[in-house]
């Protein structure tokens, strides 16, 4: 895997943005990650910001007003961030999310740890 400096979480839950960045801190403390409350949020801060753009983005599929779905539906018409890695992490274990989340581009797809420890281990192995 070539060298990652830097992730986005695209997640509604703030205690989720802040399990997420201990977890990554003790899994990879090169890597840094900025964090957004929703799609909207997202796609209009990396469609205007190019410092902003990061290795991966993490994202969620529950959201209120625009879906992780809708975000990946959107995100491929979007040239300066297409090519982004999206990868899905969320509580959603529906087979239909994961097949349609795959179908629209996403590199990987998580199911959310329920455990600190799981979560470290999960981002020590993508990482590496």
Request: aromatic share 10%; charged share 25%; proline share 5%.
């Amino acid at each position: 895997m070539p060298r990652v400096t830097s992730v986005a979480l695209i997640d509604d839950d703030h205690d989720d943005h802040e399990i997420f960045s201990f977890a990554l801190q003790e899994a990879v403390p090169s890597v840094t990650c900025i964090y957004f409350d929703s799609g909207k949020e997202a796609l209009t801060k990396l469609t205007q910001d190019n410092h902003l753009l990061p290795d991966y983005i993490f994202l969620d599929l529950n959201m209120p007003g625009m879906t992780g779905i809708q975000f990946l539906e959107t995100i491929k018409k979007r040239d300066t961030i297409s090519q982004i890695p999206v990868v899905v992490y969320s509580t959603s274990i529906l087979p239909q999310e994961r097949e349609k989340a795959m179908e629209l581009g996403a590199h990987r797809f998580f199911i959310k740890p329920s455990s600190h420890t799981e979560l470290i281990e999960m981002l020590k192995g993508f990482f590496e």
